[in-house]
């Protein structure tokens, strides 16, 4: 079993910046792939940003690249989302989640196996 805690959300204005942090604990934490995704009020869970074990591969979605940088430090078991310029449309849950299936960085969220529990970012305009 693998715990994934998320922290770091809140209430920024626009164009400021948040640090999202995902801790983990349990199975190996550097074994595979990890995501970010976020889901808005009404709207379907969305990918945003991925990487892979080694960390020499991440992948965004468009809306966020040139923003958002995804990193992690398997030595502390943590995977985080440094989030800058944000934009109102920027407000949703933010989910990490970790995939023992894929090795490469994996788009849709059946593809993952762990969740976090969520954190709220919400961007003011």
């Known amino acids: 079993q693998v715990q994934l805690v998320e922290s770091g959300g809140g209430l920024v204005q626009a164009g400021g910046s948040l640090r999202l942090s995902c801790a983990a604990s349990?199975?190996?934490?550097?074994?595979?792939?990890l995501g970010w995704f976020r889901q808005a009020p009404g709207k379907e869970r969305e990918f945003v940003a991925g990487?892979?074990?080694?960390?020499?591969?991440?992948l965004y979605t468009d809306s966020v690249k040139g923003r958002f940088t995804i990193s992690r430090d398997n030595a502390k078991n943590t995977v985080y989302l440094q989030m800058n310029s944000l934009k109102p449309e920027d407000t949703a849950v933010y989910y990490c989640?970790?995939?023992?299936?894929?090795?490469?960085?994996?788009?849709?969220?059946?593809?993952?196996?762990?969740w976090g529990q969520g954190t709220q970012v919400t961007v003011s305009s």
């Open positions: 989640a970790a995939t023992w299936r894929y090795s490469d960085v994996a788009l849709n969220p059946g593809q993952y196996d762990y």
């Open positions: 349990g199975r190996t934490f550097s074994s595979r792939s």
């Open positions: 990487i892979t074990r080694s960390g020499d591969k991440t």
